[in-house]
């Protein structure tokens, strides 16, 4: 995981940063300069927020008291760090303070006869920005996020800033005001404890027409197509819900359970992604026959197989950002 990822970071860090010009007139309290001079970090912080936090919302408000908070201490920057390095120091703090001040249940309980292995509740899926995925690789998969947030917030934090944005060692320990022999001890127990196989890149074609023949087989209620596409240990998950399923039986027959009259073609799915995987905006329909955005599902695949099947209950807010169209009902 560790070499893949620091490759990610590699090129992360050739983010464009703002102009002299800008850079001099918000030092010297010019709002608008300000403004210029953090708009090429915005996203990039946002993402680092997610993956510290495992929520979109979290990671929402983390990023405005982040700029809030830079644009308040500007006197304090003096330069011996770059900007961007600067602000991540605040938003990496400011997240650590988040995740410190929330009672969160650590992972969710399993319910009886359910296996161990849940996503913490908290958990959401991240909106692709079509326009960012050719040039920005960041790791942000489903599976990722889900292994760090089992980490301390420091580990996290050092873990995130290292192999992912490629900071330096004495840079995270004057960010998280330790030592550097502190960092190099977090980043060995986190390195040790996160271990993912999801692919460091936007999904393929391959993956989406894997994608595309899932959907297809779910509209026509294929079961045996289903069953073909899944591997033999696939795992689906639901969360906010304590849910975990094993195996394609059980996980038809969870899908059985939560479609309406037990008939999962009464879902109806939408091609997209999240996460930088192949995604499924599921849809539920009305008693006027019309089809709503109700969740949303992520696929982790290897191979040519469906490993991982992670179904998000999503508000209506969170399709806003997908800009997705529902699709249109057909009768059968």
């Known amino acids: 995981m560790n070499d893949r990822v620091k490759q990610i970071g590699e090129r992360v860090n050739h983010q464009p940063g703002p102009s002299d010009d800008d850079l001099r007139l918000a030092l010297a309290g010019d709002h608008a300069a300000f403004v210029r001079a953090v708009s090429p970090y915005r996203n990039e912080l946002h993402r680092h927020c997610y993956r510290m936090t495992g929520s979109v919302d979290d990671a929402d408000d983390i990023l405005q008291e982040t700029l809030f908070r830079a644009w308040r201490s500007l006197g304090t920057y003096a330069g011996r760090s770059s900007f961007r390095a600067w602000l991540y120091r605040i938003a990496t703090n400011r997240s650590i303070d988040t995740l410190g001040g929330k009672a969160r249940q650590e992972i969710a309980t399993p319910w009886e006869g359910e296996r161990e292995g849940l996503e913490p509740m908290w958990l959401q899926p991240y909106p692709d920005n079509p326009a960012e995925i050719n040039e920005r690789r960041e790791h942000i998969a489903t599976a990722f996020v889900v292994a760090i947030q089992r980490l301390p917030p420091k580990q996290r934090a050092a873990l995130l800033l290292k192999d992912v944005l490629g900071f330096s060692v004495p840079y995270i320990a004057t960010a998280l005001e330790t030592t550097e022999p502190a960092i190099n001890s977090a980043l060995q127990r986190a390195r040790a404890n996160v271990q993912s196989d999801t692919p460091l ?3 393929t074609e391959a993956e989406r027409s894997l994608r595309d023949q899932l959907i297809d087989a779910w509209h026509r209620a294929d079961i045996d197509a289903l069953t ?4 033999s240990d696939v795992v689906m998950t639901m969360p906010p819900d304590p849910i975990r399923r094993d195996g394609s039986p059980a996980i038809i ?3 059985r359970s939560v479609a309406p009259g037990g008939q999962i073609d009464r879902f109806r799915l939408q091609p997209t992604a999240a996460n930088r995987q192949p995604s499924a905006v ?3 329909p009305e008693e006027t026959g019309r089809y709503v955005p109700n969740g949303l599902l992520t ?11 992670t179904a998000f209950r999503l508000p209506p807010t969170f399709f806003y950002r997908l800009r ?7 009768s059968d």
């Not at 696929?299 to 099947?309: C, E, H, P, W, Y």
């Not at 997705?324 to 057909?330: D, E, F, K, V, Y």
């Open 282 to 284: 599921l849809h539920l």
């Open 299 to 309: 696929l982790d695949i290897t191979g040519n197989q469906i490993k991982r099947m």
């Open 201 to 203: 890149r936007p999904s």
């Open 228 to 231: 073909t596409l899944m591997a």
């Open 324 to 330: 997705h169209t529902a699709p249109n009902h057909n």
């Open 253 to 255: 027959e969870l899908l």
